[in-house]
């Protein structure tokens, strides 16, 4: 079945055109006005202005390692966020606590930890996961390189970005 | 006008004007004979005849050829490339164009009016464009309009064969 | 110095100096205006990278333009491929010759050419600003460059006859090709775009005014055709002919292009002020003979006009949709030719009955 739209029937001044035209033409002109002076919003000059402070709390950034206020790393190379991981970022190689240690009873730690920030998708996965509260997303999100290894945050890049955390649990601390 | 501007412009003309004829390429000819009008133009102008050395340019350089390679564009006319050179109406040709240049040069050395020198030019002050003005539609008015008519009739009837067409 | 020396000297110096130092840099910076005033219409902030506001932006075009390979693909006719370009950019620079651009300076008139056919000219090496894109489209030798170049020849052949019409009852009133007449009748007379100023009791003025308002709409129209600017950019309609008759060309051959289009925009801007904007002439400054700062600030007028009507250009551009091209055909042979010729009768009926 066809459905037959009617052609609309133009008046004279409508088929003339010029009034449409002018119209666009004052449209344009206010835009063009208003811009001029400033009065238009217009989209933030990046590298000049950035947004950082006003990045909400939740705000998904690169992921880091942290550490607690004794100063250990709080990674136990559990391997978890390496299994969660949806694009395989993360390359983890745990490594043994030597007896002697504080920590002994942790058992081990990541001698090494890369995540592969071309593939880093930050969906936030790894810090959902984390039974040690080890990992967070932080606020980085400017995050580039001129090659592919470079792109690689070893374990000390990732510590680096992620520093000392504040207010975590501390269930390996003897006195506690 | 300086002797050389004159000599510059006839070369030119004759030049392109042979490059019309010798090129296989139906558009390099039809360019060939925009630069040859254009040598034309300018010989008018070097007389200080501005308004019709203009006209040659607007009419002929800036119009009709232009709807000359519109129609050579439109026609695919990549036959003409590979045909073969027919020496005999080549040979026939250039008989026809040699003895008529024999012609006129007889001619021309005959007549006595060739012998003398051309009288200076007219003051520059004169506007050739009211000149032309005047004279068209003074003297040869009648003429001019009967013209016109027949510029007029030949457009309608282009138009109604095309539309016949059409149809 | 003799009289001769003296005038090939003060030609060579107004050729050098209009074409180089106010027609090219005014070029390249209509390119960046038309950014900058597209992006301020479209809300965006335009170029601001290179120097202050991106004022150095037509510096690294050019450099980029320079440095970029010249590449000529293998199917193209070599020949007419590099002569292309060349005809884009040489008859909108010409054409430039006849415009008077100034009064006086130093009591040199400020016109490189002041014949006495000068409308004509313009005409006549417009005219041949098609050579450049027909030839460049055929030449490139592949299917949308060679529509593009197929609409242009149309195009230009449709438009040419009204701008050439358009102007006729101009040439009615004045009785005079020469431009620099055009500009003296206008300084005595009032701008032809309003022929009742100054003297305002004179009832054959306020008439003049409507044929002359309907000449200044077909030219001006007519000039965006011809300079292929926006509601009739057809030979190059990028949503429809990829880049129409340039879209073959890279480098500083498709730049040449690319000027030649602005060079044209900026002599039709100046055909326009010429005929119907008063040319140099502003009200209330003297001309060049009253001192030689007078001399330089008609100059200025002049271009400053030109500024505006290339404004006006850019605006057209970033407002109007592109017309179909049956509605360009239509709207050039069936309107804006009869719209003239009646133009033309109605003015001379004016001028005859008030016989002047």
């Not at chain 1, 009065?39 to 947004?51: A, C, F, I, L, N």
């Not at chain 1, 909400?56 to 990674?75: M, N, Q, W």
């Not at chain 3, 693909?73 to 100034?102: D, E, Q, R, S």
């Not at chain 3, 005409?123 to 170049?149: D, E, R, T």
Request: a positive charge.
């Amino acid at each position: 079945m066809s459905i037959n739209v009617a052609r609309p029937k133009l008046t004279w001044s409508e088929r003339l055109y010029l009034p449409a035209i002018a119209a666009g033409m004052a449209i344009t002109l206010r835009h063009f006005k208003n811009m001029l002076f400033r009065r238009t919003k217009v989209t933030m000059e990046y590298p000049e202005e950035k947004w950082d402070s006003q990045l909400p709390e939740h705000y998904r950034g690169a992921p880091a390692l942290v550490k607690d206020e004794s100063g250990r790393i709080r990674c136990v190379a559990c391997q978890l966020c390496e299994f969660i991981c949806p694009p395989r970022a993360i390359k983890i190689e745990p490594g043994e606590i030597p007896a002697q240690d504080r920590f002994s009873k942790v058992e081990k730690y990541p001698r090494e930890f890369d995540i592969d920030m071309i593939r880093c998708i930050f969906c936030g996965m790894c810090e959902e996961v984390c039974p040690e509260q080890a990992i967070f997303l932080r606020k980085d999100y400017a995050i580039t390189g001129l090659t592919r290894a470079e792109m690689v945050h070893d374990k000390e890049k990732l510590l680096e970005i992620g520093g000392v955390m504040h207010g975590v649990v501390l269930k390996w601390n003897e006195k506690k | 006008m300086p002797a050389f501007l004159f000599w510059l412009f006839a070369g030119v003309m004759l030049v392109f004007g042979a490059l019309v004829v010798i090129n296989r390429n139906p558009i390099a000819s039809a360019l060939s004979l925009v630069v040859c009008f254009l040598g034309l133009a300018a010989l008018f102008i070097s007389l200080d005849a501005f308004f019709i050395g203009i006209i040659q340019v607007l009419v002929y350089a800036g119009a009709v050829m232009v709807l000359f390679l519109f129609i050579i564009m439109l026609l695919d006319l990549r036959a003409e490339e590979r045909r073969r050179m027919n020496w005999v109406a080549f040979t026939g040709g250039f008989v026809v164009a040699f003895s008529l240049l024999v012609q006129i040069l007889a001619v021309i050395s005959r007549t006595q009016m060739a012998k003398q020198a051309f009288p200076p030019l007219a003051s520059q002050q004169v506007d050739d464009v009211r000149n032309i003005g005047l004279l068209l539609f003074g003297n040869y008015n009648l003429p001019f309009q009967i013209i016109a008519v027949v510029i007029l009739v030949a457009t309608v009837g282009v138009i109604v064969l095309s539309k016949r067409q059409l149809r | 110095m003799n009289p001769t020396t003296f005038f090939i000297f003060t030609t060579l110096l107004k050729i050098v100096g209009i074409v180089f130092v106010v027609i090219l840099p005014m070029v390249s910076y209509a390119v960046y205006a038309e950014r900058k005033v597209s992006a301020l219409i479209q809300d965006r902030l335009g170029p601001n990278r290179v120097g202050p506001a991106g004022l150095f932006q037509p510096i690294a075009d050019a450099m980029k333009f320079v440095l970029k390979e010249d590449f000529t693909p293998a199917h193209v006719n070599k020949f007419y491929y590099w002569l292309a370009p060349c005809l884009a950019m040489v008859p909108a620079i010409t054409t430039v010759a006849v415009v008077p651009f100034g009064s006086t300076l130093f009591g040199v008139p400020m016109v490189i050419a002041d014949i006495n056919v000068g409308v004509l000219f313009v005409f006549a090496i417009a005219s041949l600003g098609v050579y450049g894109i027909v030839i460049g489209g055929w030449a490139s030798n592949s299917k949308y460059p060679f529509l593009g170049g197929l609409r242009s020849t149309s195009q230009m052949i449709s438009y040419e006859l009204s701008l050439g019409l358009a102007v006729i009852p101009i040439f009615l009133l004045i009785g005079n090709l020469r431009l620099t007449e055009v500009v003296h009748y206008q300084i005595n007379h009032g701008w032809l775009i309003v022929p009742f100023a100054g003297d305002w009791r004179n009832p054959l003025g306020w008439l003049l005014a409507v044929p002359m308002w309907i000449s200044f709409a077909v030219f001006a129209i007519a000039v965006f055709a011809e300079t292929n600017r926006l509601p009739f950019d057809l030979p190059e309609a990028e949503t429809e002919l990829v880049g129409g008759y340039h879209t073959e060309y890279s480098s500083m051959k498709f730049a040449l292009f690319f000027l030649g289009e602005y060079a044209a925009m900026i002599t039709g801007s100046a055909i326009i002020v010429t005929l119907f904007l008063g040319g140099w002439h502003f009200p209330g400054i003297p001309d060049g003979s009253h001192g030689w700062i007078f001399g330089l600030i008609n100059i200025f007028v002049f271009f400053a006009k030109i500024a505006v009507l290339l404004f006006v250009f850019i605006w057209v551009r970033f407002t109007l949709p592109r017309f179909r091209y049956d509605q360009l055909m239509r709207l050039g042979w069936v309107f804006f030719f009869e719209i003239a010729l009646v133009n033309i009768f109605w003015a001379a009926a004016i001028l005859t009955f008030f016989d002047r």
